[in-house]
């Protein structure tokens, strides 16, 4: 139960909850009704930002009144909460929480309700800029509702969130020119509706990726996707409301309502059954609760089952069998009577007669016991039957079946049943010998056979078994041969891609004997130096190699269970090296944008870019970022010359040209350098001045220390401390006097901005930094001075527009824009003047 109390609601347990609000199924006390209560995160409050978006939602929705948008009850603040209730929407977002499809049908009458909502709020003069599956939520009855206008905003205001500058809508449903960031109308909530459709019958949005930039790319270059075959009726449809521009979608909510309908119509008279096929009085239904359509006449179909009937499965008929027909064990022989010896010869003639073919001896044996006179062989025929039946075919201690089958005929060699028990235990004795081999166990495989030999002396049953242990001894023996030559190539290295490698005589092996340990045990054995060689190669970053041999253990060991981690810790290794190019690249660049092209050495951008290269070589972006550092070095160059700094310019030079700057460019700036450092050993000896010429040498530096000290940095024209220290050298120039005055302004001039600044007058710290900027090579220092002065103009616009001077707050702005265009002050200052 949640802390929060608000008064008039009794709050019954949690719904849900975002990162702005949390919503709880709540009792409205004083009419006894749910309700969805919406409370907004007290820690929320410190920024007033979100505090106007959460009553926005409640005021644009308190103003829409439709069947199809959440109806707002009440709105207020308690203490620190900020709530709304809402209506209760108990069925819940139109997706299954199994990620399935919905039916044909229901898809449509959502997209149509949720199209009339859009259409009647952009009437109203509001975008909703956020409709996806989250906010379209059912009523019990099924009809679709719009929920959340958090977002929402009059159709002519700014598509920006003024709090971040980041666009606002969720990514897989962003319209083109939402995620290009600009204005959008009505027309936008209908591309994401579009999108809704789509994943409401396939069960997946149209377009996906792993980051939300890719997925805005694919909303704006890529073609809608095609709908699978059951469904492509409905791809024109979708077509018009996936086009990337909006003058080529439906216009209004009316108009995309006005087909779907059309399709619903269509699918209600039948004329859609590649599509969906609906039962007649689906079909009735259907039409009858289209609000404008008219169903067609039609014959009345037969009624189909009662509403609720349980349609019992038929599984097939089970007749009784007839009972003639019916097969019947024969029934028990008449009992023998006293002296009816002549009987009993007839069955045993009768039993010699089938003898032959032993089961059917066995299947009377009780009833020929019967018959038989009572003497001692009748009673070794029993016993010798009862060990035949508990399976002791023979042995040596004159229990075994054959040891008594064998004592009967020593005293009646022709005795029938005696002789058809031997050759039954014979039989025996060769499906054990046959059991056996099947089980792998030739050993006793060869005894059991053995021992039916001597009983049955021969015969195509010994003959077939006897083959098949031939056939495994003749392939034991090429079995070794394999195993041999296998152990041989593994010991020499020869693990896998040939027909001689160890992996694939072991597969020879495993394939004559699937059960063969020592090949088995080979098979693990490579795998394991693959997997070794595998997880080396993870270490040293060649992930190639890694994923090859992964293919080569597939190939080894399909289905290896090392297999789908070891390609896994290379997916990762992949991701992340990704990840580390991408981090390197995108520093690169910040530090390119700041102005810190090679210091500091380990966080320039020349080092980060290297480092792409050391992840990725010939890296098309960092290729050109090291060429645009050589572009930026080159300039430095040309501006050390212009300055008569020939050492900096040559260092300058040398990493512009190892660089990639551009060679023309480079090649001149050379030529000037040889110049420069010619006149300069020209000049190295100290110039004998006139007296006129010492004079005007005197004059310069006392103006210039004269102008320095009095902030004159650069300007007015030529009487500047910048233009009169070089006036000096122009005399002189080894002057140390004037070197070490051009050296004092940099740091004067920051002096002067912070305190301009500092007194919140940007105007007059503008100089200042063009001061800076023109004798300061130090890009983090420049870049920190334009923020603060970006900042500085931001503030001051803010109070010109406070005061209602909105003319010079704009042109605030615009200075402003020019030193920190991605502040979030100086939009926050665009934010305002956009509302005023």
Do not use: C
């Not at 009967?408 to 060699?413: A, C, G, Q, Y």
């Not at 392939?475 to 992996?503: H, M, N, P, W």
């Not at 030529?718 to 004037?738: E, I």
Request: proline letters at 6%; glycine letters at 8%; a neutral charge.
């Amino acid at each position: 139960m949640p802390v929060i109390e608000i008064p008039g609601y009794r709050i019954q347990r949690q719904l849900g909850r975002g990162g702005m609000a949390t919503v709880y199924l709540a009792i409205q006390q004083s009419v006894d009704r749910e309700v969805a209560l919406k409370i907004m995160n007290p820690a929320l409050l410190a920024d007033p930002n979100f505090g106007e978006r959460f009553l926005r939602e409640a005021r644009i929705a308190a103003k829409l009144h439709h069947r199809h948008v959440v109806g707002v009850h009440d709105v207020g603040r308690a203490g620190d909460a900020h709530y709304i209730a809402m209506e209760y929407l108990s069925a819940g977002p139109i997706l299954r929480k199994d990620g399935t499809a919905r039916d044909v049908v229901s898809a449509l009458r959502i997209a149509r309700e949720i199209a009339t909502a859009l259409g009647y709020a952009h009437a109203k003069g509001f975008v909703h800029r956020d409709v996806k599956p989250d906010n379209i939520l059912l009523r019990d009855d099924g009809s679709a509702v719009l929920t959340d206008f958090g977002i929402a905003r009059a159709a002519d205001s700014a598509t920006r969130m003024t709090r971040t500058g980041a666009v606002v809508g969720t990514p897989h449903y962003m319209s083109p020119e939402q995620a290009r960031g600009r204005t959008v109308d009505g027309r936008a909530d209908l591309y994401s509706l579009g999108v809704v459709l789509y994943e409401m019958l396939v069960g997946r949005v149209p377009f996906h990726a792993e980051d939300s930039l890719a997925v805005g790319i694919m909303h704006i270059t890529e073609a809608p996707p095609s709908l699978p075959e059951a469904l492509s009726a409905l791809q024109p449809m979708l077509d018009v409301m996936l086009a990337k521009k909006p003058e080529e979608r439906y216009q209004t909510g009316e108009e995309m309502a006005n087909a779907i309908r059309e399709y619903e119509v269509a699918i209600g008279r039948g004329e859609l059954p590649s599509l969906v096929a609906l039962p007649p009085r689906e079909a009735e239904a259907l039409l009858a609760a289209l609000p404008t359509a008219v169903a067609a006449p039609r014959a009345t179909p037969d009624p189909p089952p009662r509403a609720g009937a349980r349609a019992e499965p038929v599984i097939g008929e089970v007749g009784a069998f007839d009972d003639a027909a019916r097969p019947r064990r024969p029934g028990p022989p008449p009992a023998p009577t006293r002296g009816g010896g002549a009987r009993w010869l007839a069955a045993l003639v009768a039993v010699v007669g089938i003898g032959a073919g032993g089961a059917t001896l066995w299947l009377y044996q009780d009833h020929l016991r019967a018959l038989l006179p009572d003497t001692q062989l009748n009673t070794l025929l029993s016993d010798a039957q009862r060990a035949l039946e508990a399976g002791r075919l023979d042995g040596s201690d004159g229990t075994s079946a054959l040891e008594q089958f064998r004592a009967v005929l020593r005293e009646d060699p022709d005795n029938a049943l005696a002789l058809a028990g031997v050759r039954e235990v014979g039989l025996r004795l060769v499906a054990q010998a046959r059991a056996a081999l099947d089980a792998g166990d030739r050993a006793t495989a060869r005894a059991r056979l053995d021992a039916a030999r001597v009983v049955l002396q021969g015969g195509a049953e010994i003959d077939a078994v006897e083959q098949d242990l031939a056939a495994l001894a003749s392939k034991d023996s090429e079995v070794s041969a394999l195993l041999e030559q296998a152990i041989a190539a593994r010991d020499a290295g020869r693990l896998t891609d040939a027909a001689d490698s160890a992996a694939a005589l072991f597969a020879r092996v495993l394939a004559a004997d699937p059960g063969n340990g020592i090949a088995r045990k080979g098979i693990d054995d490579i795998v394991g130096v693959l997997d070794a060689q595998a997880r080396a190669a993870l270490g040293e970053g060649r992930l190639a190699d890694a994923e090859a041999i992964a293919m080569r253990i597939e190939a080894v060991s399909p289905g290896h269970a090392t297999v789908p981690a070891l390609r896994g810790q290379v997916a990762d290794a992949r991701a992340a090296a990704a990840k580390a190019l991408e981090d390197a690249l995108s520093a690169g660049e910040a530090r390119l944008r700041s102005g810190n092209l090679l210091a500091p050495a380990n966080d320039s951008a020349r080092f980060h870019f290297e480092q792409a290269l050391a992840r990725e070589p010939g890296n098309a972006r960092a290729r050109a970022g090291l060429a645009r550092v050589g572009a930026a070095l080159l300039v430095q160059a040309n501006a050390a010359l212009e300055a008569g700094d020939a050492q900096t310019a040559a260092g300058l030079l040398r990493e512009a040209g190892r660089l990639g700057a551009p060679v023309g460019e480079t090649n001149a700036a050379r030529v000037r350098l040889r110049d420069l450092e010619e006149r300069q050993a020209i000049a190295a000896e100290r110039p004998n001045l006139t007296p006129e010429q010492q004079a005007r040498l005197e004059r310069f530096l006392a103006e210039a220390d004269a102008a320095l000290a009095a902030g004159a940095l650069n300007e007015p024209p030529g009487g500047n401390a910048y233009d009169l220290y070089r006036a000096a050298l122009s005399l002189d120039r080894a002057n140390a006097r004037a070197k070490a005055g051009l050296a004092a302004i940099a740091p004067r001039a920051r002096t002067l901005f912070d305190e301009a600044i500092a007194a919140g007058r940007p105007a007059a710290a503008r100089p200042h930094l063009d001061a800076f900027e023109s004798t300061s090579r130090d890009g983090a220092a420049r870049s920190a001075m334009r923020l603060a002065l970006g900042r500085a103009y931001a503030a001051q616009g803010e109070r010109q527009a406070a005061a209602g001077q909105r003319e010079a707050a704009g042109r605030s702005l615009a200075r402003a824009r020019e030193m920190a265009p991605d502040d979030p002050a100086v939009a926050a200052l665009a934010a305002r003047l956009a509302a005023q």
